[in-house]
């Protein structure tokens, strides 16, 4: 296919995900799919993608100081070993590729639909955390156990990050909120960030072992992706959040279903 069809995928996503916040991996990954892309490398290929962009917007929210180090530490504590784990599973549970394509779809389509859900129902549910009665006390347990329960959802985060590409984000943030009500948005957003970056460099780095990256395509996506993500952010101050990220997850959450029964 011709690069330049790549270099332009790039872009659109990168536009995506310089005006929402979100959309690297559940949309990368899909879009590779539909034009022809193997499963394992769209989804080694879009891990060192995500580490690539995102390390621009960590090493933002580092200087403005937007980032809670010891959550991103405690997520990686579970994240980190759980991904390697996982790549090894893969390397050596498996006689080869073909045996194991269709973990990495249904996984690609129930992180999808996670992503999705998080999306269309992130605004509910920070208003339900003050109108719920049930909701509250599960936050109030939560708060109590958020050091193990930050670690426990680090390693269910590494395992379906590995096999899938997607989640880091949207799903990672979603996870962080219901830990820390209290934290402000912009420390949620930045804390997702670093540990996002940390998690799919480690992973796209274990499936570059395996021989699941396109360094070539790698490269035509930054191209395409990097400039994008700038017009996009200074884009999103006039975009309502409220319009497009629902649209966004009810997209991934139609997507969800192609690959879950492929």
Request: proline content about 3%.
């Amino acid at each position: 296919m011709n690069d330049a069809v790549f270099v332009l995928i790039g872009g659109l996503v990168g536009f995506c995900v310089g005006l929402t916040g979100v959309g690297g991996g559940s949309l990368m990954t899909p879009l590779l799919l539909m034009l022809g892309i193997p499963a394992q490398t769209a989804i080694g290929t879009d891990l060192l993608y995500a580490a690539v962009t995102k390390a621009g917007g960590a090493l933002v929210h580092q200087k403005k100081h937007n980032i809670n180090w010891r959550v991103v530490w405690t997520l990686a504590a579970g994240s980190i070993p759980l991904s390697f784990a996982t790549v090894l599973a893969l390397k050596y549970w498996f006689s080869d590729v073909d045996e194991y394509k269709g973990v990495l779809t249904a996984a690609l389509g129930f992180m999808l639909l996670l992503t999705g859900f998080s999306l269309v129902f992130k605004r509910r549910l920070k208003n339900i955390q003050h109108i719920n009665v049930r909701y509250q006390r599960m936050c109030v347990w939560l708060g109590n156990h958020s050091t193990s329960m930050t670690l426990v959802m680090g390693m269910l985060l590494g395992i379906l990050v590995t096999l899938s590409s997607v989640g880091a984000g949207a799903f990672g943030a979603m996870i962080l909120l219901m830990l820390y009500p209290r934290f402000a948005t912009i420390g949620i957003i930045g804390t997702d960030v670093a540990h996002a970056v940390l998690l799919t460099l480690v992973a796209g780095i274990g499936h570059m072992t395996m021989g699941h990256v396109d360094m070539h395509l790698l490269v035509l996506l930054l191209i395409g992706s990097l400039p994008a993500i700038v017009v996009g952010t200074h884009l999103s101050s006039s975009m309502p959040e409220r319009v497009i990220q629902p649209v966004l997850g009810c997209t991934l959450m139609a997507l969800s279903f192609k690959f879950m029964l492929a």
